[in-house]
Protein backbone atom coordinates (compact mmCIF):
# COMPACT_ATOMS: atom_id res chain seq x y z
CA UNK A 1 0.00 0.00 0.00
CA UNK A 2 1.37 3.68 -1.03
CA UNK A 3 0.29 7.14 0.41
CA UNK A 4 -0.55 10.51 -1.26
CA UNK A 5 0.04 13.00 1.47
CA UNK A 6 0.03 16.40 2.37
CA UNK A 7 1.64 17.86 4.59
CA UNK A 8 1.52 21.51 6.06
CA UNK A 9 4.29 24.30 7.50
CA UNK A 10 2.79 26.86 9.35
CA UNK A 11 6.03 28.35 9.65
CA UNK A 12 6.26 28.92 5.55
CA UNK A 13 2.55 28.46 5.24
CA UNK A 14 2.96 26.10 2.15
CA UNK A 15 2.34 23.00 1.40
CA UNK A 16 3.73 20.19 0.69
CA UNK A 17 2.61 17.06 -1.46
CA UNK A 18 4.57 13.48 -1.94
CA UNK A 19 3.99 10.16 -1.92
CA UNK A 20 5.25 7.17 0.45
CA UNK A 21 4.73 3.57 1.73
CA UNK A 22 4.39 4.75 5.13
CA UNK A 23 3.18 8.64 5.06
CA UNK A 24 3.76 9.16 9.19
CA UNK A 25 7.20 7.72 8.93
CA UNK A 26 8.16 10.39 5.92
CA UNK A 27 6.83 13.01 8.00
CA UNK A 28 9.22 12.08 10.99
CA UNK A 29 12.23 12.09 8.20
CA UNK A 30 10.73 15.68 6.94
CA UNK A 31 10.90 16.92 10.81
CA UNK A 32 14.30 15.32 11.13
CA UNK A 33 17.44 17.45 10.21
CA UNK A 34 17.36 17.67 6.29
CA UNK A 35 18.65 19.92 4.05
CA UNK A 36 17.14 22.35 1.71
CA UNK A 37 12.61 22.94 1.31
CA UNK A 38 11.69 19.97 3.96
CA UNK A 39 13.90 22.00 6.52
CA UNK A 40 12.77 25.12 6.15
CA UNK A 41 9.15 24.88 6.64
CA UNK A 42 9.82 22.96 10.22
CA UNK A 43 8.08 21.64 11.64
CA UNK A 44 5.69 20.11 9.45
CA UNK A 45 1.95 18.02 10.28
CA UNK A 46 0.15 15.73 8.09
CA UNK A 47 -3.65 17.58 7.05
CA UNK A 48 -4.16 15.05 4.73
CA UNK A 49 -3.49 11.40 3.02
CA UNK A 50 -4.82 9.10 0.35
CA UNK A 51 -4.18 5.50 0.17
CA UNK A 52 -3.37 3.51 -3.60
CA UNK A 53 -2.67 0.05 -3.77
CA UNK A 54 0.21 0.25 -6.11
CA UNK A 55 3.31 2.78 -6.26
CA UNK A 56 2.39 3.63 -9.86
CA UNK A 57 -1.12 4.98 -8.44
CA UNK A 58 0.19 6.84 -5.66
CA UNK A 59 3.34 8.34 -8.19
CA UNK A 60 0.00 9.43 -10.69
CA UNK A 61 -2.03 10.78 -8.07
CA UNK A 62 1.02 12.79 -6.82
CA UNK A 63 1.77 14.50 -10.13
CA UNK A 64 -1.56 15.10 -10.52
CA UNK A 65 -1.89 17.64 -7.27
CA UNK A 66 1.27 19.16 -8.16
CA UNK A 67 0.19 20.21 -11.53
CA UNK A 68 -2.86 22.03 -9.84
CA UNK A 69 -0.90 24.63 -8.81
CA UNK A 70 -3.99 26.43 -7.17
CA UNK A 71 -3.76 26.55 -3.20
CA UNK A 72 -7.60 27.32 -2.87
CA UNK A 73 -7.97 23.78 -4.79
CA UNK A 74 -5.46 22.18 -2.80
CA UNK A 75 -7.30 23.11 0.45
CA UNK A 76 -10.53 22.13 -0.40
CA UNK A 77 -9.26 18.78 -1.09
CA UNK A 78 -8.18 19.05 2.40
CA UNK A 79 -11.49 20.09 3.81
CA UNK A 80 -13.75 17.99 1.70
CA UNK A 81 -11.76 14.86 1.58
CA UNK A 82 -12.83 13.55 -1.88
CA UNK A 83 -11.60 15.48 -4.86
CA UNK A 84 -10.29 13.55 -7.53
CA UNK A 85 -10.90 15.77 -11.09
CA UNK A 86 -8.65 15.63 -14.12
Known amino acids: ?6 IYS ?5 FYIGYSANANDRL ?10 SN ?3 PWR ?5 SYLTKKEAMRREKQLK ?7 IERLIKNGSEHPD
Open 1 to 6: MYFVYI
Open 10 to 14: EKIDK
Open 28 to 37: LKHNQKSFGF
Open 40 to 42: TGK
Open 46 to 50: LVYSE
Open 67 to 73: KWKNRER
